[in-house]
C-alpha cells in the first residue's frame, strides 16, 4: 500500500485490463470497478500511464476516420437522389414568347 501522498500505480494487468476495456468502448466508470480502482484514480493514471488511451465518451468507442467520396461517387449519389424529383423541379421553365 502507498503512502499518504505517493501515486497509486496500476500493476501491469490492471493496464491491459484498462486498454482492453477502453478499446470496447467501456466508461470510466466500469473501467474503474472492473480494475478495482477509482475514478479519480483511473482520471490520475490518464495523464501518466494510461496516456496513449484515447478514452471516448461511453460506449461505442472511437469511430474510424471517414474518407471522402469521389467526384464519381458524389455525381451518382446526386442522380440517385434528384431520380425521385419531378422534372419542373430542375428543368428550367420555358420561356414564354412576346407577342
Known amino acids: 500500500m502507498p503512502r499518504k501522498g ?5 500493476t501491469p494487468e490492471q493496464l491491459r485490463h484498462a486498454r ?12 474503474a470497478w472492473q480494475i478495482g480502482s477509482t475514478r479519480s484514480i483511473l482520471e490520475a ?12 465518451r461511453g460506449r461505442g468507442g472511437h469511430r474510424p476516420p471517414t474518407i471522402d467520396p469521389t467526384p464519381e461517387e458524389i455525381a451518382l449519389a446526386c442522380a440517385e437522389f434528384r431520380r425521385g424529383w419531378p422534372e419542373s423541379r430542375w428543368l428550367p421553365e420555358p420561356r414564354a414568347e412576346s407577342s
Open 45 to 56: 493514471r490518464l495523464r501518466d500511464q494510461l496516456r496513449d488511451c484515447r478514452p471516448g
Open 20 to 31: 482492453e476495456l477502453f478499446a470496447n468502448g467501456a466508461t470510466r466508470d466500469e473501467i
Open 6 to 10: 505517493e501515486k497509486k500505480l496500476y
